[in-house]
Nanobody, 115 residues
Framework: QVQLVESGGGMVQPGGPLRLPCAAP????????MGWYRQAPGKQRELVAT???????NYADSVKGRFTIPRDKAKNTVFLQMNSLKPEDTAVYYC?????????WGQGTRVTVSS
C-alpha cells in the first residue's frame, strides 16, 4: 500500500500564498503521474494540477498562472504552490499518485481562504 501524506493546510487571507507538501514513501519521479485535486463543500472533487514522471504539467483553468506543482526528489515530496489565493479556492485538497496502474490518495488537507 502506498501512503501519501498531505500537510500545510490552514486559513489564509485572500491574495496570500500557501504551499502544500505531499510526502510519498519513495521517489516521486517513479510515479507515472502525481497530482492535486480538491473538493469544495457541496461540490464534486476536481482536478487542480498534475505532473507526469517526465515533468509535463496540466492545470485547471481556474488556477492557471496562480498555482504550480513542483517536485523535490531528495525529499520524496510533491508540492502545490498556491499564490494569489481566492475565497473560491477554499476546499479540501487531496494528493494523488498513479503507480503501476493503481491510484493512491492522501487523506486530504483543508484550505480556507477568508479575511
Amino acid at each position: 500500500q502506498v501512503q501519501l501524506v498531505e500537510s500545510g493546510g490552514g486559513m489564509v487571507q485572500p491574495g496570500g500564498p500557501l504551499r502544500l507538501p505531499c510526502a510519498a514513501p519513495g521517489n516521486v519521479f517513479s510515479f507515472y503521474a502525481m497530482g492535486w485535486y480538491r473538493q469544495a463543500p457541496g461540490k464534486q472533487r476536481e482536478l487542480v494540477a498534475t505532473i507526469t514522471s517526465g515533468g509535463s504539467t496540466n492545470y485547471a483553468d481556474s488556477v492557471k498562472g496562480r498555482f504550480t506543482i513542483p517536485r523535490d526528489k531528495a525529499k520524496n515530496t510533491v508540492f502545490l504552490q498556491m499564490n494569489s489565493l481566492k475565497p473560491e479556492d477554499t476546499a479540501v485538497y487531496y494528493c494523488n499518485g498513479i503507480l503501476v496502474g493503481a491510484a493512491y490518495w492522501g487523506q486530504g488537507t483543508r484550505v480556507t481562504v477568508s479575511s
